[in-house]
């Protein structure tokens, strides 16, 4: 993280701002420098982030009750009161100095785990749509009607998602008033589920469905469709085993 072309006292405040132990002056310093070169923007940014994660993954730990007491007692001119720094004041600086060499060891290491992380993320995002894609079950419906026997209706569903995908040929406009609606046959339901009204070729889905075959049905209902199938059966395909 440290970059050898940046003051070593710009290092050190964009660490102290890092944990928001910098005063107003080395504040503005800092902002000031950062303005004029995009290296020292990017320090304050790796730092934030470092200091984000060390936060993070460090575990809480108590400290024993005489530690404060053996840091004083090792401090140098101990003996004498006007030397001694306050633990309070002590602390944010030995956390700086131990947030620069955590930085520069891990800066790297924190770089190579982000860039992991966000191909595993992508491995993790294109196997599930591979996987989603090969367990998709492709089903053409039968006409039930001779005056439908030119019309193809497919079926792509997903057992695992609970949804599918629609797809119309040929299918004439429904006489006035009324919609085709599409069923999913569920064999451990009472009724047909309904997947809604077949204006288009589109995507559906459902409540989870006790069978990883269902079978389907398109029938011709009142516009707007029905809870439950009222109408004639126009094409149709029972569930599997």
């Known amino acids: 993280m440290s970059n050898p072309e940046i003051p070593a006292h710009l290092d050190e405040l964009a660490a102290l701002h890092a944990i928001d132990q910098i005063d107003e002056a080395g504040r503005r310093e800092l902002l000031e420098a950062a303005e004029r070169d995009p290296k020292i923007e990017a320090l304050i940014r790796d730092y934030a982030e470092t200091a984000a994660l060390l936060a993070h993954d460090a575990p809480t730990v108590a400290p024993r009750a005489a530690l404060r007491q053996e840091i004083l007692a090792a401090l140098p001119g101990r003996n004498t009161k006007s030397n001694i720094i306050p633990f309070s004041q002590w602390v944010p600086y030995a956390i700086a100095a131990c947030l620069m060499a955590l930085g520069i060891l891990q800066g790297e290491q924190i770089t190579g785990l982000k860039q992991q992380l966000a191909v595993t993320q992508s491995d993790a995002d294109r196997l599930s749509k591979s996987n989603a894609l090969m367990g998709m079950k492709l089903t053409e419906l039968e006409a039930k009607d001779a005056a439908y026997n030119t019309s193809k209706i497919l079926v792509a569903w997903d057992p695992y998602q609970h949804r599918g995908v629609v797809s119309m040929q040929a299918l004439p406009a429904p006489p006035a008033g009324h919609d085709y609606q599409l069923w999913v046959l569920d064999p451990g339901a009472p009724a047909p589920v309904?997947?809604?009204?077949?204006?288009?070729?589109?995507?559906?889905?459902?409540?989870?469905?006790?069978?990883?075959?269902?079978?389907?049905?398109?029938?011709?209902?009142?516009?707007?469709?029905?809870?439950?199938?009222?109408?004639?059966?126009?094409?149709?395909?029972?569930?599997?085993?």
């Not at 409540?207 to 094409?235: D, M, Q, R």
Request: charged content about 10%; cysteine-free; overall charge negative.
């Open 194 to 241: 309904s997947a809604g009204l077949l204006t288009d070729s589109r995507s559906f889905s459902t409540k989870p469905i006790t069978s990883t075959t269902p079978g389907f049905a398109v029938s011709l209902e009142p516009a707007g469709g029905v809870p439950e199938p009222t109408g004639p059966i126009l094409f149709a395909i029972a569930p599997g085993p």
